[in-house]
């Protein structure tokens, strides 16, 4: 039964509705020609109509778009999250299901962004999507909302700065005095938008004003519910435990505290969740050390501290702050592996040979004590070959044999098909008021790669053990993209003269695609071919069943490495101290699926909310340079426009269909282009452009650019035979 859906009480009239739309009604009926069918007197109309309301209302039947009346068991249902539009319409995500339920702005029964929703498929609209509408919403994502007060006669509404969540709150009660009119106030919602009603709430904090970028990441963590504080049970739970483990060796726990062990963090990171050590063998072999702080040790399943880790489920990464999944004492104090103090770890011991093949390996309990804090900013030049004046050149040999074993570790990654994509990563530059000054790219150093190899390989390692030991676990997944999305891909390619290898008995793998993606690299088609690969791909999530990493042609995969700041990574530790064959589900305080669901889903908020900080860091600093004009290169097309990334900083935006007026433009969806119907000119991902910036839009999070003129960079032109002509465009899409 539907959750929420009650027995008919009994009634006749109820009875006879039911009866006949399971016996006799074939498919959905329209309420008028039920009642019509139904009826034994005209007298008898209005009870009818007014017991099909009530049927409705207690969810024993449902209400279609047009009219029409089913019963919810014999339709399609689906239950899955409500991602929504800035527009109003939506798409129900439902696990199970390849294609995503399109749910048309009238659809929606008041379902806000990331609602748990129950959804009934209607069929496909006119772009072939599959239709649908929402018949219940299972749970709400929030409970409260962030938006900007406006101020009426009688009263104030607050509108929601996420863009997504397209209602208008009613305030009640008073808005505190200091308020004014554009102020930014989170609101706790009191009612939702159901049933045609206005939703409202009272105000429960007020940030202050909009204009003030120090409010950015206030703004961003009010939106996702975030906090950098912790409820005081946690924090005394926390300093308990840090001061009661004792940090010593003993039983099934092995001392390395003799051994050479250095971390290699950013400059700026406080948090070493990992650290490395490589011991040569006179044979020629290699045992390589990855240790990884003990988060396990101290935080029991099922406490105060766990709990909260479990609902947080990762830290998050702001441009001036970290929201931490544990306290400050534990994160940046016993759990890190700071130098010169020992540290509880749990140890990957891998043998390499000579060309970095595994020989064997081992996983452990460890103490260690990390002789340096090393950085990748100063070790990159150790690598490269230079000999800067930085106190890790002391460690020059050691890490100069690290780097050559991760390079050998990478060559056999790529041979198995492994997808390099070396997408540039935003930096954002803030003075101290927290107004951005710069977007830079971030530094790939030799020494990022150097510690993802090994970091690659523990999470390899334990991944295989899980296999091993259980039934099911915790693992990292990323699934093989669907065959509508590779025959999209094959299309795109396919016209720029590429294509994916045909498969004898079909089948498709990663190194067909990583095979692409070295063809072109360093190429002009280098963008534009590594952009459409990576849209054509899954989503990487957690899942009890090891399905497998796509993007990294491996077949067992978990994430063990950073436990301090992810908590599947902390579920991976306390499966490898279970006996084997256990079901690990009944030693942990949640079932093992249901911790996959929600960090998958936690991390999914975790990236919108550092996304959404980013952007409205790159809003303020576009908002400098209207008027301005840059080179860049086309990112992305769609029916309403193409994207931009500028040459000379890590920015984004869209230039509008609307906006080009020298022709009529058609959007090519399989070729991913804009084609001029009269001048045959073409945007596609890769062409170089030149744009200035128009506009900038804070409440939708956007950046407008209008193409400047037709001098220096344009993209090609093709014209057809005989055509001549020019007409502007009138915004069609």
């Given amino acids: 039964m539907v959750a929420g859906k009650k ?58 778009q047009g009219g029409y009346v089913a019963l919810p068991e014999r339709l399609h249902l689906r239950t899955g999250v409500f991602l929504a539009h800035p527009d109003g319409y939506g798409f129900v995500v439902a696990e199970g299901f390849s294609d995503d339920l399109f749910v048309p702005v009238s659809a929606t029964l008041g379902a806000m962004h990331q609602d748990k929703v129950l959804a009934v498929l209607t069929g496909k609209d006119g772009r072939g999507r599959t239709e649908g509408q929402v018949f219940e919403v299972v749970s709400r994502s929030r409970k409260s909302v962030v938006g900007t007060i406006r101020f009426f006669e009688g009263g104030a509404t607050l509108h929601p700065r996420d863009p997504r969540l397209n209602h208008d709150f009613l305030v009640l009660g008073e808005v505190p005095r200091e308020v004014k009119n554009g102020d930014l106030a989170v609101l706790e919602i009191s009612r939702y938008p159901e049933g045609g009603r206005i939703p409202e709430g009272h105000i429960i904090q007020t940030l202050g004003e909009a204009s003030n970028p120090g409010l950015d990441t206030d703004l961003v963590m009010a939106t996702y519910q975030l906090s950098v504080t912790f409820p005081d049970p946690v924090e005394e739970e926390a300093h308990r435990v840090a001061r009661a483990v004792a940090i010593v060796p003993g039983q099934g726990r092995e001392d390395l505290r003799d051994r050479t062990i250095l971390t290699i963090d950013g400059d700026s990171a406080r948090d070493f969740d990992d650290a490395l050590s490589l011991e040569e063998k006179p044979d020629g072999t290699v045992e390589v050390g990855i240790h990884i702080a003990d988060v396990a040790a101290y935080v029991s399943p099922g406490g105060v501290l766990d709990r909260e880790a479990y609902r947080r489920g990762t830290s998050v990464y702001f441009p001036d702050r970290v929201v931490p999944m544990f306290p400050e004492v534990l994160s940046n104090g016993v759990l890190s592996l700071n130098p010169d103090e020992d540290r509880l770890t749990r140890t990957v011991q891998v043998l390499l040979d000579r060309d970095g093949a595994i020989l064997s390996s081992r996983i452990f309990r460890s103490v260690i004590r990390s002789r340096m804090r090393a950085t990748y900013s100063r070790v990159h030049p150790i690598l490269a070959g230079e000999s800067p004046d930085v106190p890790e050149q002391k460690l020059s040999r050691l890490l100069q044999s690290m780097w050559r074993v991760a390079q050998k570790l990478k060559k056999a990654r790529f041979e198995q098909g492994s997808l390099d994509f070396d997408l540039p990563e935003p930096e954002i530059v803030l003075d101290l008021r927290g107004e951005p000054i710069d977007i830079i790219r971030s530094p790939r150093y030799l020494s990022h790669q150097l510690v993802e190899e090994f970091m690659l390989l523990a999470n390899r390692i334990v991944a295989q053990e899980l296999t091993r030991k259980f039934p099911v676990g915790m693992f990292r997944v990323h699934e093989t993209p669907s065959p509508e999305k590779i025959e999209d891909l094959g299309l795109f390619l396919g016209a720029l003269g590429l294509s994916i290898p045909v498969r004898k008995g079909g089948g498709f793998r990663t190194k067909d695609l990583s095979g692409i993606l070295e063809a072109t690299r360093g190429t002009p088609l280098e963008k534009m071919v590594h952009f459409s690969v990576l849209r054509s791909l899954k989503q990487a999530r957690y899942d009890t069943r090891p399905l497998g990493h796509f993007g990294l042609a491996m077949e067992d995969y978990t994430h063990f490495t950073s436990p301090i700041r992810r908590y599947p990574d902390l579920i991976v530790h306390r499966l490898l101290d279970m006996p084997s064959g256990s079901n690990p589900s009944e030693r942990l305080s949640e079932p093992l699926d249901r911790v996959a669901n929600h960090v998958s889903e936690r991390e999914r908020v975790s990236v ?111 014209k057809r035979k005989g055509s001549s002509s020019r007409r502007r465009s009138s915004g069609r899409s």
């Avoid at 399971?22 to 009642?35: G, H, M, N, T, V």
């Avoid at 034994?40 to 309301?53: F, H, M, Q, S």
């Avoid at 037709?710 to 032109?717: C, F, S, V």
């Fill in 7 to 64: 027995e008919p009480m009994g009634n006749s009239l109820e009875q006879r509705i039911l009866s006949f739309l399971k016996e006799e009604a074939q498919k959905p009926i329209r309420s008028d020609r039920l009642i019509d069918a139904i009826i034994l007197k005209k007298k008898e109309r209005k009870e009818i109509a007014r017991a099909l309301d009530h049927l409705v209302q207690e969810k024993n039947v449902l209400i279609l």
């Fill in 608 to 718: 919108d909310a550092e996304r959404m900080a980013i952007d409205l860091k790159r809003i303020r600093f576009m908002a400098q340079h209207l008027g301005k004009t840059f080179e860049g290169t086309v990112s992305g097309v769609t029916g309403f426009g193409f994207f931009v990334e500028l040459k000379e900083i890590l920015v984004e935006g869209l230039v509008p269909v609307s906006s080009l007026h020298d022709d009529y433009y058609v959007y090519d969806e399989k070729r991913h282009l804009l084609r001029g119907e009269s001048t045959r000119r073409e945007f596609r991902i890769g062409d170089p452009v030149k744009i200035r910036v128009a506009r900038v839009d804070s409440e939708r999070l956007r950046i407008e650019f209008a193409m400047d003129g037709e001098e220096g960079l344009e993209p090609r032109k093709r």
